[in-house]
């Protein structure tokens, strides 16, 4: 199985720069999660790689060689669609079958009378039946193989669009947003299945999403793209641990990241509140730094820390929110408690203490710091 | 290359299509043209002599402005009828609804063709022969208008028509506020229809009409083909391009609502 | 249900119920009785003869044909207008400049006056003057007397109907094919489809409820078709353009057989009848079957 190299792709629509010099690589047999908000051009990324459109810049090549100029059915790729794009006039069975017949049948093999006069192609129409329905078991979808579309749930369908995709072993698996349409319960155990399809059939996999739990928890590595710029691209632990960039450590944050802006003091040290941070990092004093903690790096109640009241209070089941308002400065922070941590009273003040070894500091251009372990000291 | 030939092939179809207007024109607007297409003149000039004579003919003008007011006043009775019967079918409390719903909708299936000797007589017998009234009245009873501005009215949402209805509006008053400017325009794709339809209608006005008081333009071509013999083909053509000139013209502004039109048409 | 709230509503209705009443069934009914009766303008009052009148028209020379006619020209007329139309919403289906403009000459035809552009028709088949004939003659054959023929007459007119009425059949297969989604030809392209799958496949399917609608108004309308032969052939020649409608304008105002024509009236009514009853039978039940 080849790999898919991206290079330098930009994408232009009269003055709008909907991809800017995108460059990524997809090795054999991982699962790639395009991620980010609307409008950011994954989509667009994944109907250049379809060659659905083509690139204003830059190239796309798989497994050495170019696709530019190559039409979308000679790629050998499949795609499943947000809306699924079945074929509405054709059964379930026969909306599967067609990749396979277009491919494997002559022209006059395919017409819907001669087929059945034609003698010659009859051992390769029961190859393609059989494949069929081997799919349809995979996807648990044999009781509706004979029905139409229109008499399809949405899960059944996106299963149909699934097997449609994966009976023809293609060389990529292009999906684009597939379970946006289903409902919460669903969208999770078709999660899973997709996972442990892709690892069956170990097919090179590159998924749109918006949504960052379906990225991270699906993905073997997410590609972070905001306004047409490719952002990151880890795995997701890295990618959540250490954000490239405020805009990354921003949308991967629920329900948010808190910010504090910080100035660099004399000799290299952060002041946080009534804290003095001693940072080990080649920044001259003087620069604006930002500093981003993620909710659940945030203590409450310990003996020392910054000063916040709590304003409100967000009960979820396995864990809470606790809405607080900084005594200095004024600026509003999260903080997240496990379940069985004890919620703070409303009004209640207390002291915030940050794990710092969890803290990110981005520059005045929003690219990480990279920084070595910040202890804190008080400062009286 | 296969696009280029497809477009060369489109253009000559096309071309085709619109023949039989470029000789139209040609014809109308030239002293010879009809010659230089058959090749037996070399050169042919503009000219308005066929249009002038025509429009000095009398007789033309009485012929257009009947048309005029027969399309005219057909829409206007249509809608006058029409649009307040589909608002009261869709909207607002009737008694005997189904029945009268049913019956636009059986009329749907009537061509009008079937009705035309009954009403023939029946016009003779109220003395209205010869009369634009006469050639204006049937077509009042549309029930594809009827049918049509119910649609419209349908997508009309309740609520809107609950709070006109708490403060105050009348029934009226929501046809004339509400209503109206949401069926703008299907009423003027229906306008488009209906205008040419009855700009168009031989049938009828050749039952009705006698004399050339209250001939339409359709029969005062037809009149002029069959009394003007010979082979001048100017003022004939004259003639039939002042006939579609209003069309084509309607046509070129209206050209949205008049598809949207022809799709309620075909849907119907 | 009051009276008073109840109003308004009759009111608003009342002038259609009873222009539908006035102008619509009571001449209906008005054909009814008279397909049956034997009035034929006489002073007389009409008296009931059963099927006389029906037995007549299949008995006469002159009317005999008119059946046969009127099914071979909706036929031409029927299919030549929707693989015409079909074929130019295929063509022009892109948005582009060019496809726009050509839609609206496409539709010309079917916005112009009718009368006028069947004399201009009329002129250009002339077999003497029309630019036809110097075709012909171009190319050393003998000009066809296109109108004038009984073989020629009627498919000339179905031609005619044709280039009137193909734009119609194309706007509505156009929005058929506009309600096809993007994503399906897409798909279908990436399956592997060339253009001939891609219109098996998704095009065509989505076509054929709309070929249903184009056809039944494409055939009501050949069978209305009332100006054509008046126009340009008048029934003739021999009566081989005698079409339904013709001949019940015929036998009204030209042979004042008011019966005759009746009864030629209610044939075309059930003849209509029996096609828009089957559209919505078939139509509904295919609409439910899918």
Redesign the interface.
């Known amino acids: 199985m080849p790999d898919l190299a991206i290079r330098g792709v930009s994408k232009q629509f009269g003055r709008a720069r909907i991809l800017d010099d995108v460059t990524l690589d997809v090795v054999d047999g991982e699962f790639l999660a395009l991620l980010g908000p609307s409008g950011c051009g994954k989509t667009t990324l994944l109907r250049i790689v379809?060659?659905?459109e083509e690139p204003s810049g830059g190239e796309v090549r798989l497994g050495g060689t170019s696709l530019m100029g190559v039409?979308?059915?000679e790629?050998n790729?499949?795609?499943v669609?947000?809306?699924y794009?079945?074929?509405?006039?054709?059964t379930a069975r026969r909306n599967i079958a067609?990749?396979l017949e277009?491919?494997r049948l002559p022209?006059l093999g395919?017409?819907?009378l001669l087929r059945r006069l034609l003698p010659g192609p009859s051992g390769r129409r029961r190859e393609i039946e059989a494949e069929v329905a081997a799919m349809a078991a995979l996807l648990h979808i044999e009781p509706h193989l004979d029905r139409?579309p229109?008499q399809l749930s949405g899960g059944q369908r996106q299963r149909v669009a699934l097997a449609?995709a994966m009976v023809r072993q293609p060389l990529l698996f292009l999906m684009d947003e597939p379970l946006s349409n289903l409902d919460a319960a669903l969208r999770g155990a078709m999660r899973i299945e997709i996972v442990r399809l892709q690892r069956r059939l170990g097919v090179t996999c590159l998924y749109v999403t918006h949504d960052h739990a379906e990225a991270l928890g699906m993905a073997d590595r997410v590609a972070v793209l905001a306004e047409g710029r490719l952002q990151q691209v880890a795995p997701p632990a890295e990618l959540y641990e250490h954000p490239a960039n405020l805009f990354v450590a921003r949308f991967l944050a629920r329900p948010r990241l808190n910010e504090f802006p910080l100035h660099v003091a004399e000799g290299g040290v952060l002041r946080f509140g009534a804290h003095r941070l001693p940072l080990i990092a080649d920044i001259a004093p003087g620069a604006t730094l930002t500093l981003g903690l993620r909710a659940e790096d945030l203590a409450l109640g310990g003996p020392e820390g910054p000063a916040a009241t709590v304003e409100h209070l967000e009960h979820h089941g396995p864990e809470s929110l606790v809405h607080l308002r900084l005594e200095e400065g004024g600026a509003e922070i999260v903080a997240r408690l496990a379940r069985g941590e004890s919620m703070p009273p409303r009004g209640a003040r207390l002291h915030v203490s940050p794990d710092w070894s969890r803290a990110h500091l981005f520059d005045a251009a929003g690219q990480a710091v990279a920084t070595r372990r910040i202890a804190a000291e008080a400062v009286a | 290359m296969a696009g280029t030939l497809a477009t060369i092939a489109k253009l000559l179809l096309l071309g085709l299509v619109a023949l039989p207007f470029m000789v139209m024109l040609t014809v109308a607007l030239t002293d010879s043209g009809l010659m230089l297409l058959l090749g037996g003149a070399s050169q042919a000039e503009l000219t308005l002599t066929h249009l002038g004579h025509v429009l000095r003919d009398g007789a033309y003008l009485t012929y257009f402005i009947n048309s005029s007011i027969v399309a005219g006043g057909t829409l206007l009775g249509q809608l006058l009828v029409s649009v307040p019967a589909g608002f009261a079918l869709a909207r607002l409390r009737l008694p005997g609804r189904g029945l009268f719903f049913a019956a636009v909708l059986a009329a749907l299936v009537v061509p009008h063709e079937v009705l035309a000797l009954p009403l023939f007589v029946g016009m003779s017998s109220l003395g209205l022969m010869d009369t634009l009234v006469a050639l204006i009245l049937p077509s009042i009873a549309s029930p594809f208008a009827i049918f049509l501005f119910r649609q419209v009215f349908l997508t009309l949402p309740q609520d809107l028509l609950d709070a006109a209805a708490i403060d105050g509006i009348g029934s009226f008053g929501m046809l004339t506020r509400i209503g109206l400017p949401v069926a703008a325009s299907a009423i003027a794709a229906f306008a488009v229809i209906s205008l040419s339809a009855h700009w168009n209608d031989l049938l009828w006005p050749l039952i009705v009409s006698q004399t050339e008081a209250s001939r339409t333009v359709p029969l005062g071509l037809i009149n002029y083909r069959n009394e003007e013999s010979g082979d001048d083909y100017g003022p004939l053509m004259a003639a039939c391009l002042l006939m579609v000139a209003p069309l084509l013209i309607m046509f070129l502004a209206l050209q949205r609502h008049f598809v949207r039109g022809l799709t309620f048409l075909g849907l119907k | 249900m009051s009276t008073r709230a109840a109003f308004p509503g009759l009111l608003m209705a009342l002038p259609a119920a009873l222009a539908l009443l006035a102008l619509l069934y009571l001449p209906f009914f008005g054909t009814v009785l008279l397909a049956f009766s034997d009035w034929s303008f006489t002073p007389a009052p009409p008296r009931f003869v059963g099927l006389a009148n029906f037995e007549r028209i299949l008995a006469e020379g002159r009317l005999q044909g008119t059946l046969g006619n009127t099914l071979l020209f909706a036929l031409m007329a029927v299919c030549g207008t929707l693989l015409t139309g079909l074929c130019a919403a295929l063509a022009l289906e892109r948005r582009t400049v060019l496809n726009g403009l050509l839609r609206s000459v496409a539709l010309l035809p079917l916005m112009s006056a009718s009368v006028a552009m069947l004399l201009v028709w009329e002129m250009m088949l002339n077999p003497i003057v029309g630019p036809g004939a110097t075709l012909f003659a171009l190319f050393g054959g003998t000009p066809l007397h296109w109108l004038g023929e009984p073989r020629l007459a009627l498919p000339t007119l179905a031609v005619i109907f044709v280039w009137q009425n193909f734009g119609l059949a194309m706007v509505l297969f156009l929005a058929g094919l506009a309600g096809t989604e993007a994503q399906i030809r897409e798909a279908v392209r990436i399956d592997g489809a060339g253009w001939a799958d891609e219109l098996r496949i998704v095009r065509l399917p989505a076509l054929a409820p709309i070929a249903l609608f184009v056809f039944v108004v494409a055939l009501i309308r050949a069978l209305q078709a009332f100006d054509l032969v008046a126009v340009l052939t008048r029934g003739g020649p021999d009566g081989a353009s005698r079409t339904l409608i013709y001949a019940i304008f015929e036998e009204a105002f030209r042979y004042f057989r008011a019966d005759v024509a009746a009864a030629l009236s209610l044939v075309f009514f059930c003849l209509v009848a029996a096609i828009v009853l089957t559209k919505v039978l078939v139509l509904d039940r295919a609409m439910r079957g899918s």
């Open positions: 379809a060659g659905l039409p979308p059915r790629r790729l499949a795609m669609f947000q809306s794009a079945l074929y509405p006039a054709l067609v990749p277009l491919r022209f395919r017409l819907p139409r229109a449609r």
